[in-house]
């Protein structure tokens, strides 16, 4: 089996209400990358990316993506690299993509989770079988409360959202602390002693002075645990030092290098892994296991990806020993199949998968089917890509003797 041609669509779907952060000002959604890449014996697989310009690692240390850059590495330097080889040898895949461009780790997911959908569908297995086994069926769901709500809007949905079962709330923050030390008062008194709160401020905290003393504060209110306070390892390691609240790498963690380096300096109680960030299921596997090894509990999060991507991250998140912190993934609705749920992690208003995943009880179930175990709804697919021109949709076919 030989990997031959792809196609490449930028995809956008409406959004319940936009959601940003302190890092981001462009709602999810509008502009992923969906990856369509064939064999020569007429295997299909799917692969996604949140590609999002102004979120990156520390210092510039990783960079954004726009749908325009994933889209060219992919035609320029990366299909090119792999066109003609297995999509079995997914670490020389690896290798052959790292050693055509560095970084532009989006791209390269995209690629990867095709790939793993392809080999999961040539063996008839889900994906999870080809990651190490499945260690938990259900993945339980945060919802997150973007940084624009202001604090009665936020504090009636995370009301709304634990009505509808979910068990943990991640609150956006970092700009503001006195407004994040009010909207954490107000949820905890709003959703009662039992339901998790945790805060991201994707680096939004100037300092590690700031971020130490308003998470102190912070706790009395049974905060779970503090997500990125601060830019940068070193900043990171001083809030985890001083802090008895948890504290989890996000930003500071893309790559297993990362996931050494926080090892080592000690500078993260946790760890949040992403698909993308890594660069794909296979190396994003590597970060999970270097954090077990190091006895560091993880989630697997997301950046409100579509059905294709969400179902990749179900896969990785259930398939590691230490990866029992619940994740930030939609809550999947299609137009035409019944809400499982109008508030609770709802981003958007549809999708390009012809069914939802299945909620229950605060938790997505993993599918089960072969690859993703997702089918693509080729009409809404269509409907939600950008018109058709030499920049949106590309098909190109490679020979080759590889």
Not at 117 to 138: F, N, T, W
Not at 317 to 329: K, T
Not at 373 to 402: A, M, N, Q
Request: one cysteine or more; charged letters at 25%.
């Amino acid at each position: 089996m030989k990997i031959e041609s792809y196609k490449i669509y930028k995809v956008s779907i409406p959004t319940r209400r936009r959601h940003t952060w302190a890092s981001s000002t462009a709602d999810v959604g509008q502009g992923w990358v969906i990856l369509e890449v064939k064999t020569d014996d007429g295997i299909v697989g799917y692969g996604e990316a949140t590609t999002m310009p102004e979120w990156g690692g520390d210092f510039g240390r990783y960079y954004g993506e726009s749908y325009e850059t994933t889209e060219v590495v992919i035609r320029d330097n990366l299909f090119p690299a792999i066109a003609g080889m297995d999509p079995f040898d997914i670490d020389l895949i690896h290798h052959r993509m790292d050693k055509a461009i560095r970084g532009f780790v989006y791209a390269k997911a995209a690629i990867d989770i095709a790939l793993y959908d392809i080999m999961g569908k040539a063996l008839d297995k889900p994906v999870y079988k080809l990651l190490g086994g499945q260690h938990r069926k259900a993945i339980p769901i945060a919802h997150s409360l973007g940084v624009v709500l202001d604090i009665e809007a936020a504090v009636d949905e995370a009301v709304a959202a634990c009505g509808e079962g979910i068990k943990t709330i991640k609150m956006k923050g970092g700009l503001d602390p006195v407004r994040d030390m009010e909207l954490m008062e107000k949820l905890r008194k709003a959703v009662g002693p039992h339901i998790n709160i945790l805060v991201d401020a994707n680096q939004g905290y100037p300092t590690a002075k700031d971020a130490i003393k308003w998470g102190k504060r912070m706790d009395r209110f049974d905060l779970q645990y503090l997500e990125q306070p601060v830019e940068g390892f070193d900043q990171l390691r001083e809030v985890t030092r001083m802090l008895e609240v948890p504290v989890c790498a996000d930003e500071s963690c893309w790559t297993p290098t990362d996931a050494l380096d926080i090892v080592a300096k000690h500078a993260a109680d946790y760890i949040s892994i992403y698909v993308t960030k890594a660069g794909g299921l296979y190396p994003a596997r590597t970060v999970a296991k270097i954090a077990e090894c190091a006895g560091i509990r993880c989630n697997v999060n997301g950046s409100g990806e579509f059905g294709v991507g969400t179902a990749a991250n179900l896969h990785m998140a259930c398939c590691g020993a230490n990866i029992d912190l619940a994740s930030v993934f939609p809550i999947t609705h299609v137009e035409g199949c019944p809400e499982q749920t109008k508030v609770a992690a709802r981003w958007y208003m549809d999708d390009i998968i012809t069914r939802p995943f299945q909620y229950d009880d605060g938790c997505l179930l993993v599918p089960d089917g072969p690859g993703l175990g997702v089918e693509i709804d080729r009409e809404k697919l269509k409907k939600y890509s950008e018109p058709s021109s030499k920049t949106r949709v590309i098909t190109l076919k490679f020979s080759s003797s590889l």
